[in-house]
């Protein structure tokens, strides 16, 4: 089981500033590098040109001012983080300072794993269906093969999550991608598509959203291992399709571009582009003075970094676990569903050879 490091009692203590009026960010996202070795079609990023990138030093500065500014929970991306040959190296500083997470497409973890795997508490993976339908989305042959080769890896050396991204062209793969996450006894989160203008627009439709969301809060309540809890899921009923708002705090989390500049108000109304150098302000006072009032009705996406903890009640310590950390403690502690014997029989039709 995941156990709460010292450094949360710290952002505990900035969130309940949250709640007198004092922002501060809780949880961090920092993208390594865009470049990447798939061609995501929703995704802007492997588009884009690289600037030189940060070295360990700079990166470690970043750390010590996200944990200055009172961050507990760093998570790295990018672009495909396993290209960065020293992402072992800053991870291990990274672990010293936060609780820890990395998400990659999974197509290198069989060379890297044994160097991230000490130094991470999460591990996702992204798969966006099964078989063609992953590949077909990620742009490269063989990438699901290799997905769930790394994820098999994976999953005895850290707690493994498989992340997966809701496109109008993976809609009925919700269910299958849930039972495949219980065949390979691994947790799963789910982000609903966002149309960056650099990108293919494949986010779904309303009308054919809408079912899918409820079907995934009904496996969520049947115990299906999906971090997002209920809660999630209603509020995104409710506000895309019952006109009942939730209220968006983005100053909860901070991101960061590989150049070390500051994403504001969050990752997506910039569509990921920096701007502030993280060493050049003071992050709490910057957050602070920075006027956050037009994006708490905002409510475009609903990236989960940033809708579970706008659903935070911040006097509550078990939920602070369990919805940041704890996804993984849940996933690990749940009660099976019954219908996931049912799964396994199915085991044959998307069970997939190791590449
Ligand atoms: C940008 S990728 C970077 C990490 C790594 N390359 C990977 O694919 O896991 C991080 C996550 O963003 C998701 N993503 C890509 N395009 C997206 C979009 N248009 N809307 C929402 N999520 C998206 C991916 O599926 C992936 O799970
Ligand atoms: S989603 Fe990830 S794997 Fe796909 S192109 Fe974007 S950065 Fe690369
Ligand atoms: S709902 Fe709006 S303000 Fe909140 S994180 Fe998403 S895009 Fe940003």
Redesign the pocket.
């Known amino acids: 089981m995941a156990v709460i490091k010292p450094v949360v009692l710290r952002s505990l203590r900035r969130a309940l500033g949250n709640l007198g009026g004092e922002r501060a960010p809780v949880i961090a996202g920092h993208k390594l590098l865009y470049r990447c070795n798939l061609e995501c079609r929703m995704c802007p990023f492997w588009r884009r040109e690289d600037e030189e990138l940060l070295g360990l030093a700079d990166e470690i500065r970043i750390m010590d001012a996200l944990a200055h500014a009172g961050v507990s929970f760093l998570g790295f991306e990018g672009g495909e983080p396993l290209l960065r040959r020293d992402v072992g190296e800053i991870l291990r500083e990274a672990h010293d300072r936060f609780h820890t997470s990395m998400v990659t497409n999974g197509w290198l973890l069989e060379q890297r794993l044994s160097e991230v795997a000490p130094h991470l508490d999460l591990l996702f993976v992204s798969l966006d269906g099964i078989g063609e339908t992953h590949d077909r989305l990620r742009g490269i042959p063989r990438s699901f093969d290799r997905a769930t080769h790394g994820i098999r890896l994976a999953r005895s050396e850290v707690p493994t999550v498989i992340s997966h991204t809701v496109t109008r062209e993976n809609l009925d793969q919700a269910e299958k991608v849930v039972e495949l996450a219980e065949q390979l006894d691994v947790g799963l989160t789910v982000q609903i598509a966002y149309d960056y203008r650099a990108a293919d627009p494949l986010s779904p439709r309303p009308e054919t959203l809408r079912p899918v969301i409820e079907q995934l809060r009904d496996l969520r309540k049947s115990g299906a291992p999906l971090l997002e809890s209920v809660e999630y899921f209603d509020a995104i009923l409710g506000s895309w399709f019952e006109g009942d708002p939730w209220h968006?705090k983005?100053w909860l989390?901070i991101n960061i571009d590989p150049a070390g500049r500051i994403v504001l108000?969050?990752?997506?109304?910039q569509e990921y582009q920096g701007s502030l150098p993280v060493w050049a302000v003071n992050i709490r006072e910057l957050w602070n003075e920075f006027d956050w009032a037009p994006?708490?009705s905002?409510?475009?996406?609903?990236?989960a970094c940033?809708?579970e903890p706008?659903l935070f009640r911040w006097t509550d310590f078990a939920a602070l676990r369990d919805r940041v950390i704890g996804g993984a403690v849940h996933y690990l502690q749940r009660t099976p569903r019954t219908s996931s014997r049912a799964a396994s029989e199915r085991r044959v039709q998307i069970d997939t050879p190791a590449p």
């Open positions: 968006c983005p989390t108000p969050c990752y997506v109304l994006y708490t905002c409510n475009r996406c609903a990236l940033y809708l706008s």
